[in-house]
């Protein structure tokens, strides 16, 4: 279906709640994980749970590379992402769930408490035996420097991007705020996603459920494309600034 379409379907809704996967930051130069050349193609998943890397000095050490090389840190919001801001500040974006953990709509301009980050933030360090935190420039700093695999400096626990690790849980407090919008929301935008993670993908789903308007916008199919109202197959750097401009332009 068309952009137009998405836009005849939104330009009516108030509450429009954004869920973006790593497809809307793949144009700032992160590579998604799913994709023909994402990190799972490169890297066995299976390799980082939670419980190695708590218990396999050999793990740690492959994270803390990994982090420092994955140009995370380097990442500059694009124009999918300042387009949601555009949305927000215009009063028709209710708040963005994501499952991205590169902080770059934060960056872009959107509040902090706009954003909820359903795997985390890896902008941030935590101890995983203390309340010590750090932002994570400064422990890459530690890593550059010889430590390649740094420990807590007040207690000497192992830790930890603020991230979620396969076999870990969401954070509740996240889980439930996001839950919340989705039962609030008039219309549900999913951005650069697969929509096969779960239990994240589940929000889209719940928020359908409740009677929102269902747009994805992706290059290639998802998961949900079935339960979609309208479905955009373009790079979300594209289709989103179009869209907000025309709902935007819309309301004047």
């Known amino acids: ?35 023909p050349n994402g990190v799972w193609t490169k890297v066995d998943p299976s390799e980082f749970t939670i419980d190695k890397y708590v218990t396999g ?29 555009d949305l927000w500040e215009a009063g028709l974006l209710l708040g963005v ?20 980050e359903l795997h985390g933030n890896v902008q941030n360090v935590e101890c995983l035996e203390c309340d010590a935190a750090w932002p994570t420039p400064e422990v890459i700093a530690r890593v ?22 396969f076999g870990q849980a969401m954070p509740m407090r996240e889980v439930q ?17 697969t929509l096969s993670v779960y239990p994240a993908a589940y929000v889209p789903i719940e928020a359908k459920e409740s009677g929102a308007a269902y747009v994805i916008v992706n290059q290639g199919p998802t998961e949900q494309d079935h339960l979609a109202d309208v479905i955009v197959d373009a790079p979300a750097g594209q289709a989103l600034p179009t869209l907000a401009e025309s709902l935007i332009s819309a309301r004047s």
Request: glycine content about 10%.
């Open 144 to 165: 550059d420097a010889g430590e390649e695999d740094p420990h807590c400096p007040d207690c000497g626990g192992i830790i930890k991007v603020a991230v979620v690790s």
């Open 177 to 193: 705020r996001a839950s919340e919008l989705a039962h609030a929301c008039d219309a549900v935008l999913a951005v650069g996603s």
């Open 57 to 85: 000095t050999d793990t740690r050490k492959r994270s803390w590379k990994m982090r420092k090389e994955s140009g995370l840190f380097e990442a500059r919001p694009n124009a999918a992402h300042r387009a949601l801001v």
């Open 1 to 35: 279906m068309s952009l137009s379409a998405a836009v005849e379907l939104l330009e009516t809704r108030q509450q429009v709640l954004a869920f973006t996967g790593a497809g809307i930051s793949t144009e700032s130069g992160i590579p998604d994980f799913r994709g």
């Open 97 to 116: 769930v994501t499952q991205n953990i590169d902080g770059l709509h934060q960056g872009a301009g959107l509040p902090a408490d706009a954003v909820i």
